[in-house]
Each structure stands twice: as structure tokens, then as C-alpha cells.
């Protein structure tokens, strides 16, 4: 079992929908949990970082944490054509040197 | 603010020729860096991780090296190019200190071609 599991879709949807994006981990020692968002061609950009359960809001973006259940979200409101990319769940294990375990990306197409 | 530069943005090398991937921070000091090999498709593989100048630790064994002659500056390299090197590399960095719960940023990726 991989540590970090992540639908890798893609996922279509039309614009102005709520996009709901999901990982799930076996490891409950996971307190940071973290989504990026990688454009075809362009490196992951840091979109949201989140500590321990619960909900975190920035603009359409809401990121949510469940470790009862080990399962992390992020949802995106009112989809836009521009938030098409690939959306990938990452957090640090316990341990030093900051490293991160990635889940293989779920790749989204919002299309008008 | 922090900067992270990675160069060529693409490449295109002939099997058994050298490489040279330069990646460079600034803005920040000490900072942790990381290479990355992505697979169309696929995650991120991690490569190589420093925590200093001079040192180097590598994840998975391969045709690969890693250097890192100054703080902000980090090299990936090989002597001989295989096909399987094709990839997305992507480099890395985050704060160091003993934050170990700090997110990475990234720079924009070299694409590179094995022909």
C-alpha cells in the first residue's frame, strides 16, 4: 500500500462547478498536509497548507483534513477554465531533512 | 522574496553524452534543496536532497549525481546519458533549521529528450 493515495483521473468538469479533489494516507502520524497545483510544462506551485484536521479557505479554494479518517480535500468553487492543471497532495513524514511524500496527481480539465 | 531558477527549460542530448542541470535560490540562506524526476503522468520522484554545501544525499540509486558547490546553487549531473534519464526534472528548495514541516517550492522544470 502506498503511503499516499490519489485518484490520478482526469477529471472533467464545466466551468462554474464545485471540484472536489481527495488523497488518503495509511501513516496517522501525518499532522501537515499540503495541495499543489502544477501547469503542463511548469513546476508545482504551493496552493494550500493546512496542520491537523479541519477546514481552511483561501478565495474558491477550501482545503479540508480528516485524520480520523485519513483522508485530505480540497475543493474548488466556481471552477474556471484557468484552474485546469494537475493537483497534487503532499505531506512530511515524521523524520528530518523535510521530506515530502507526493500523491501521483489527479489531473483536472474544466472546460466552458 | 524567494526565487528558485532552474535552466535550460529543455534539452535535447544524444545517449552517453554528459549532463549538466544548474538550479539556483535566491533570497533565502541555507536552504534545503531537492532534485526531482517526473514521468508523464506519474509523481514526483526524489532524487536528491542537501542540507548543506557539500552535502548530498541520494534516494535512489541511478546514472545520476548531485553537487552542491555554493549555498544556493545546486547541479545535477551525469558522465554518460542513458534513455531511461528522459524526464521532467524539477528542483526544489525549503527552509532548513529544523523545520521539518515546511512546504517545497519549485522551479519551473528542465524537459529532457534522450535520442
Known amino acids: 500500500q502506498k503511503e499516499v493515495e490519489q485518484d490520478p483521473g482526469p477529471l472533467s468538469v464545466p466551468e462554474g462547478a464545485i471540484v472536489s479533489l481527495n488523497c488518503t494516507y495509511s501513516?496517522?502520524?501525518?499532522?501537515?498536509f499540503m495541495w499543489y497545483r502544477q501547469y503542463s510544462r511548469k513546476g508545482p506551485e504551493l496552493l494550500m497548507y493546512t496542520y491537523s484536521s479541519g477546514n481552511k479557505e483561501d478565495g474558491r479554494f477550501t482545503a479540508q483534513v480528516d485524520k480520523s479518517s485519513k483522508y485530505i480535500s480540497l475543493f474548488i468553487r466556481d471552477s474556471q477554465p484557468s484552474d485546469s492543471a494537475t493537483y497534487l497532495c503532499a505531506m512530511p513524514p515524521s523524520g528530518g531533512y523535510n521530506k515530502l511524500i507526493f500523491g501521483a496527481g489527479t489531473r483536472l480539465a474544466v472546460h466552458p | 522574496s524567494q526565487t528558485i531558477h532552474q535552466w535550460p527549460a529543455t534539452l535535447v542530448q544524444p545517449v552517453g553524452s554528459p549532463l549538466s542541470l544548474e538550479c539556483t535560490v535566491e533570497g533565502t540562506s541555507n536552504p534545503n534543496l531537492y532534485w526531482y524526476r517526473q514521468a508523464a503522468g506519474r509523481g514526483l520522484q526524489l532524487l536528491f536532497y542537501s542540507v548543506g554545501i557539500g552535502q548530498i544525499s541520494s534516494e535512489v540509486p541511478q546514472n545520476l549525481s548531485a553537487s552542491r558547490p555554493q549555498d544556493r546553487q545546486f547541479i545535477l549531473s551525469s558522465k554518460k546519458l542513458l534513455l531511461s534519464d528522459s524526464g521532467f526534472y524539477l528542483c526544489a528548495w525549503s527552509l532548513s533549521g529544523g523545520y521539518s514541516n515546511q512546504p517545497q517550492h519549485f522551479g519551473d522544470g528542465t524537459r529532457l529528450s534522450i535520442l
Open positions: 501513516n496517522s502520524a501525518f499532522q501537515y
